[in-house]
Nanobody, 122 residues
């Protein structure tokens, strides 16, 4: 059984910073691409940032230059450093990962975390 657990959300003032973490645990052989999504109240879930197993990154236009995605493969953990936060960044943030549980005979499956709330307000 594989689990993704996010942490680091909270209430922050505009212009402030937060660092989200997402740790994968369980029977893990390899983790491929890891992503952060967010979902504001009444809206759909949007892709925020992506990082490949090799460390290549990609960002939504709305967060480029303010957010940084990184990963620690030894800890099976992905991070999202969020700077210069704005009220419109308020959302539940979810991590997502493609994980292989065995070396042979099984494909990569896609897993979601339970989400962590980020609220940007004065």
């Amino acid at each position: 059984q594989v689990q993704l657990v996010e942490s680091g959300g909270g209430l922050v003032q505009p212009g402030g910073s937060l660092r989200l973490s997402c740790a994968a645990s369980g029977s893990i052989f390899n983790i491929n691409t890891m992503k952060w999504y967010r979902q504001a109240p009444g809206k759909g879930r949007d892709l925020v940032a992506t990082i490949t197993s090799g460390g290549s990154t990609n960002y939504a236009a709305s967060v480029k230059g303010r957010f940084t995605i990184s990963r620690d493969n030894a800890k099976n953990t992905v991070y999202l450093q969020m700077n210069s936060l704005r009220p419109e960044d308020t959302a539940a943030y979810y991590c997502n990962a493609d994980i292989k549980t065995q070396a042979m005979g099984v494909p990569y499956y896609n897993y979601w975390g339970q989400g962590t709330q980020v609220t940007v307000s004065s």
